[in-house]
Each structure stands twice: as structure tokens, then as C-alpha cells.
């Protein structure tokens, strides 16, 4: 009879392949959370800009049912003491409020004399005027006079 070949032993332990495949799901679970956070954003429906512009055209026109919809409580209240004053307004510049932490945006509308900001935040998961400020247009600072030479 002839003698078989000798087989390799497996110098690998069945311990190694458990933290192997233990530290394999870890990294993928971490992965999969980390893609899920960049991922998950709360929808907050119609974009800030598109809802400032609807909300000054009901207020300008008299449409109360869409100003209620797309207003808090003092948005509706800040909204009905400057009604009627809102003609002729342009919309401007949207953006992130100044000088708030959370997540604020405001959106200005001028006209000659006057403007009219907008401050959108998302109590409800979608975005809604909260304030509503009328008041004169920013004036350009005009340069002091030059002091007469001698």
C-alpha cells in the first residue's frame, strides 16, 4: 500500500473567522448608519421661497384660506395689522435669517419706501410664515461731505 500525501492542517482558528465576520457586520452596520443619516431628510413639502411668494400674493390679494395654510398663529396675527399695505411689492432676496440659531430663512419683498420680510421656520415638518415685518425700505448711507480745503 502507498502512503497518501500528508494533508495541510488549517493553522486558522474558528475564533479568527468569528471576529472576522463579527467585525465585518460592524463596519457595514456602521455604513449603512451613516449613509442613512446623510440620506434622511425630514420632507418639509414646497420649498421656503415658493411658500413666502404665495403667502405675500394671498395677503396682497385678500386670500385668507391660503395665508391660514401656509401661516402660524403669529405669522396670521403680524400678517392681518399690516393687510391692505401690502401693493406693489417685489420679491427679493431668500436666504437664512441673520442672527438666528435655528433653522429660519427669510425671504424680503420691496417696493419704493418699504419692505417686507418673511421669516419661514418648520414647526409642523413643513415650512410656515412664522413673522411678518413691514417697514421702510434700507436707505443708502450717503457720504459725509468733504471738508472745505483752504
Do not use: H
Not at 395689522?81 to 420691496?110: R, S
Not at 421656520?121 to 436707505?139: D, E, F, I, M, Q
Amino acid at each position: 500500500m502507498t502512503d497518501s500525501p500528508a494533508q495541510p492542517t488549517s493553522t486558522k482558528s474558528p475564533m479568527r473567522t468569528a471576529i472576522i465576520v463579527l467585525l465585518a457586520v460592524v463596519v457595514l452596520a456602521g455604513g449603512a448608519f451613516v449613509a442613512y443619516k446623510l440620506t434622511n431628510k425630514r420632507d418639509t413639502g414646497e420649498a421656503f421661497q415658493t411658500v413666502a411668494r404665495k403667502v405675500e400674493k394671498a395677503a396682497a390679494s385678500g386670500d385668507q384660506a391660503t395665508v391660514n395654510s401656509f401661516t402660524t398663529a403669529q405669522g396670521k396675527n403680524e400678517l392681518a395689522a399690516v393687510k391692505g399695505e401690502l401693493d406693489g411689492l417685489v420679491a427679493g432676496p431668500c436666504g437664512p435669517a441673520p442672527f438666528v440659531k435655528d433653522n429660519t430663512k427669510q425671504c424680503i419683498f420691496t417696493r419704493p419706501g418699504g419692505q417686507l420680510s418673511l421669516f419661514l421656520t418648520t414647526p409642523k415638518g413643513k415650512w410656515l410664515v412664522s413673522s411678518a415685518k413691514l417697514g421702510p425700505a434700507a436707505v443708502t448711507p450717503i457720504a459725509p461731505p468733504t471738508p472745505p480745503t483752504s
